[in-house]
């Protein structure tokens, strides 16, 4: 629409089924109450949509996430895609990473698994890392150190990729989501807004050729007046009360278009 007029508001015309290529943020693993695909949901429902949506678990960084994509898009058959982008791949060290490198998929395996443990027995489900799971991690990344889980243009082709395959499907919409840079100690990147910055640009480059479109959060969380911190002390969560901020700017998204 011509950018002097307003944004469509009111209800779509028919059923609409969304497919969320989702992670952590999406289930809601360390912020309590609604996730943003549920807020997004209950904003169209309430504006008298008729909305069928589904979160399945992924991660673009895989060698089959590409083909995972193509297999769940057939299985549900859906109208739009909304997909998740963050920079956390290239910016944040992870010391199960730096464990491969020194010892191996397997023993990398093994450590991952004893980690993920920890955090279970040392995290309430749905709530940010308290002072004994981050003391235990700090440890860790002491001794051993931590390494990004890839490179920016690693990361940029793996959705070139992935976008390619969406674009596939007759008349199949895609929206990416695209997170605030990440903040905190864990961060690897000095110029991190800026490499955040290129990173949008290569990808909306990219999603522009297949008529997809990429919705920067950053504007709308920055804006937002009283509310916590916006990163949890992982350096990469979404905290509790911004998952409604995105929910609401996704379900705007989806009705303009």
């Known amino acids: 629409h011509p950018e002097s007029a307003q944004p469509y508001a009111g209800p779509l015309s028919e059923l609409v089924r969304i497919l969320v290529l989702g992670n952590s943020d999406t289930r809601g693993d360390f912020a309590a109450g609604a996730t943003w695909p549920e807020v997004a ?31 769940k898009v057939a299985e549900f058959e859906p109208d739009i895609v909304v997909v998740p982008l963050g920079t956390f791949a290239f910016s944040v060290g992870f010391t199960w990473v730096r464990v491969q490198r020194l ?33 235990a991690r700090r440890i860790t990344r002491r001794i051993i150190g931590a390494r990004p889980l890839t490179t920016r243009d690693s990361l940029v082709e793996s959705y070139r990729h992935l976008l390619q395959v969406l674009a596939q499907p007759e008349g199949l919409d895609v929206l990416l989501v695209a997170y605030p840079p990440e903040e905190g100690r864990l961060v690897k990147v000095r110029n991190l807004p800026e490499e955040r910055e290129r990173l949008l640009c290569e990808i909306q480059s990219i999603a522009s050729r297949h008529h997809f479109r990429l919705l ?10 009283g509310l916590d911190p916006l990163i949890t002390p992982d350096g990469f969560h979404l905290r509790r009360g911004f998952p409604h901020l995105v929910g609401e700017a996704v379900a705007l998204a989806l009705r303009e278009r």
């Open 103 to 135: 010892f191996g998929q397997r023993i990398a395996d093994r450590y991952r698994r004893a980690e993920e443990a920890s955090d279970t027995h040392t995290r309430p489900a749905g709530q940010a890392p308290g002072r004994l799971n981050n003391a």
């Open 41 to 71: 949901r209950a904003s169209l429902s309430a504006n008298g949509d008729d909305v069928v949506l589904q979160e399945v678990r992924f991660s673009a960084l895989t060698p089959t996430a590409a083909e995972y994509a193509r297999r």
């Open 216 to 225: 920067d959060t950053a504007p709308v969380l920055a804006g937002a007046p």
